[in-house]
């Protein structure tokens, strides 16, 4: 963080319309950065698979979080339908996500909504963020914040940001930061209303923040406060009583669901590419061994795999376990002009290994894509294709 003197148009994030060339303070990375990271990171220690933002704006939280392979339900809700639909299509998934799929499904939704109404298909989530949302509420809807998110919507994890007042005057003519906000807390008013609300739904709640004060001023605290409240027991309550589970007063305006090996016609599509690719290693292999030992009779054919380092395999470096994993597998071998790799040889090689299949899966879902075994134990390749000849082999 630090001061610079320029002629801006924004105090803080983009908030503030026109301020006059005095020292502004610079936050490194950007204070709404600090703050996604934030969430960012607490979804890497705690793994939740049911997110939702409530007040998600343009959705730029969101489309870091989608990343998260641990994530299988990603919800916005924001009042502003026009910007969900202008932002919804960045959360579409890319052409290398279905190149490369997650191993678990995302479903992304955004809601056109208030967040102080009820609506029961966000109960049961892991975590809900509220970042630099409760200072945009007036009084009325403050009074029902707490009612719908924590008593309703009752998740395990609940985030909220809001600015911290006590920062303020460290900014050149500020009284408050957007022209939206209704108000801004103190460190004091705010712990004391959080704790207020823990108390009375049954969370904890502990208090932190991100963008540091300048040298001198660390007596007025973060830039952001943050309060994250967890749920006593650690898990989200579902409510049972059906009438309360049918409350849809949301309006879906974009839904995107991403391609994942939980789909069968993906597991397919990745599978097949895999063994393709490890059948051809090893062909190739096995054709450079041959041509070795044409050149050189008296050497042994010891092994299908010898032209390999130890510890690599596709580049990749093994450890001890997958080694083991592959030396007591059984073999690829030769009949005649056919090259037989087994199915269990495959799925001991780590990028086979890690797909949900085992050798039964593997053959039901490769026998109209790929040539097997009278058996089907194995993948049956040719031995020689014309591409493997060059000039020296004439």
């Given at each position: 963080?630090?001061?610079?003197?320029?002629?801006?148009?924004?105090?803080?994030?983009?908030?503030?319309?026109?301020?006059?060339?005095?020292?502004?303070?610079?936050?490194?990375?950007?204070?709404?950065?600090q703050?996604?990271?934030?969430?960012?990171?607490?979804v890497?220690?705690?793994?939740?698979?049911?997110?939702?933002?409530?007040?998600?704006?343009?959705?730029?939280?969101?489309?870091?979080?989608?990343?998260?392979?641990?994530?299988?339900?990603?919800?916005?809700?924001?009042?502003?339908?026009?910007?969900?639909?202008?932002?919804?299509?960045?959360?579409?998934?890319?052409?290398?996500?279905?190149?490369?799929?997650?191993?678990?499904?995302?479903?992304?939704?955004?809601?056109?909504?208030?967040?102080?109404?009820?609506?029961?298909?966000?109960?049961?989530?892991?975590l809900?963020?509220?970042?630099?949302?409760?200072?945009?509420?007036?009084?009325?809807?403050?009074?029902?914040?707490?009612?719908?998110?924590?008593?309703?919507?009752?998740?395990a994890?609940?985030?909220?940001?809001?600015p911290?007042?006590?920062?303020?005057?460290?900014?050149?003519?500020?009284?408050?930061?957007?022209?939206?906000?209704?108000?801004?807390?103190?460190?004091?008013?705010?712990?004391?209303?959080?704790?207020?609300?823990?108390?009375?739904?049954?969370?904890?709640?502990?208090?932190?923040?991100?963008?540091?004060?300048?040298?001198?001023?660390?007596?007025?605290?973060?830039?952001?406060?943050?309060?994250?409240?967890?749920?006593?027991?650690?898990?989200?309550?579902?409510?049972?009583?059906?009438?309360?589970?049918?409350?849809?007063?949301?309006?879906?305006?974009?839904?995107?669901?991403?391609?994942?090996?939980?789909?069968?016609?993906?597991?397919?599509?990745?599978?097949?590419?895999?063994?393709?690719?490890?059948?051809?290693?090893?062909?190739?292999?096995?054709?450079?061994?041959?041509?070795?030992?044409?050149?050189e009779?008296?050497?042994?054919?010891?092994?299908?795999?010898?032209?390999?380092?130890?510890?690599l395999?596709?580049?990749?470096?093994?450890?001890?376990?997958?080694?083991?994993?592959?030396?007591?597998?059984?073999?690829?071998?030769?009949?005649?002009?056919?090259?037989?790799?087994?199915?269990?040889?495959?799925?001991?090689?780590?990028?086979?290994?890690?797909?949900?299949?085992?050798?039964?899966?593997?053959?039901?879902?490769?026998?109209?894509?790929?040539?097997?075994?009278?058996?089907?134990?194995?993948?049956?390749?040719?031995?020689r294709?014309?591409?493997?000849?060059?000039?020296?082999?004439?």
């Amino acid at each position: 963080m630090e001061e610079k003197s320029v002629q801006c148009h924004s105090v803080l994030d983009g908030n503030f319309e026109e301020v006059c060339p005095e020292k502004v303070i610079k936050f490194k990375p950007p204070l709404y950065k600090q703050r996604y990271q934030f969430v960012r990171d607490l979804v890497d220690r705690h793994e939740p698979k049911k997110v939702a933002d409530l007040g998600c704006g343009d959705a730029e939280l969101l489309r870091l979080l989608k990343i998260h392979p641990c994530i299988q339900l990603l919800v916005g809700v924001d009042i502003d339908e026009e910007k969900l639909q202008l932002n919804g299509h960045y959360l579409s998934p890319y052409l290398g996500e279905f190149v490369k799929p997650r191993d678990l499904d995302l479903t992304v939704i955004l809601y056109h909504g208030s967040v102080v109404d009820r609506d029961s298909r966000l109960l049961g989530f892991d975590l809900i963020t509220c970042i630099e949302l409760i200072e945009h509420l007036d009084s009325d809807h403050l009074a029902r914040f707490p009612e719908v998110v924590f008593g309703y919507l009752s998740p395990a994890m609940i985030v909220i940001s809001t600015p911290n007042s006590e920062f303020n005057p460290l900014f050149p003519i500020v009284t408050l930061r957007d022209a939206d906000h209704k108000f801004e807390w103190n460190r004091m008013e705010f712990q004391t209303w959080a704790l207020q609300v823990a108390n009375r739904y049954s969370y904890t709640v502990e208090f932190t923040g991100v963008g540091e004060p300048p040298a001198g001023a660390e007596h007025v605290g973060y830039c952001t406060q943050i309060g994250v409240f967890r749920k006593n027991g650690g898990k989200a309550t579902e409510l049972h009583v059906a009438e309360q589970r049918d409350q849809h007063v949301y309006r879906a305006v974009y839904t995107t669901s991403y391609p994942s090996l939980q789909q069968e016609r993906m597991l397919k599509f990745v599978l097949a590419g895999e063994v393709l690719v490890q059948v051809e290693h090893l062909r190739l292999g096995h054709l450079r061994m041959l041509k070795e030992q044409k050149r050189e009779p008296d050497t042994v054919l010891k092994d299908i795999e010898p032209h390999l380092a130890p510890s690599l395999v596709l580049g990749t470096a093994l450890t001890e376990a997958e080694k083991a994993r592959i030396e007591n597998s059984p073999k690829p071998f030769c009949e005649g002009d056919k090259f037989f790799v087994p199915l269990q040889r495959l799925l001991a090689y780590p990028r086979l290994h890690r797909l949900p299949v085992d050798e039964e899966k593997m053959r039901a879902l490769m026998a109209d894509s790929l040539c097997l075994s009278s058996d089907g134990s194995a993948v049956v390749v040719a031995l020689r294709s014309s591409l493997d000849y060059g000039p020296e082999d004439n």
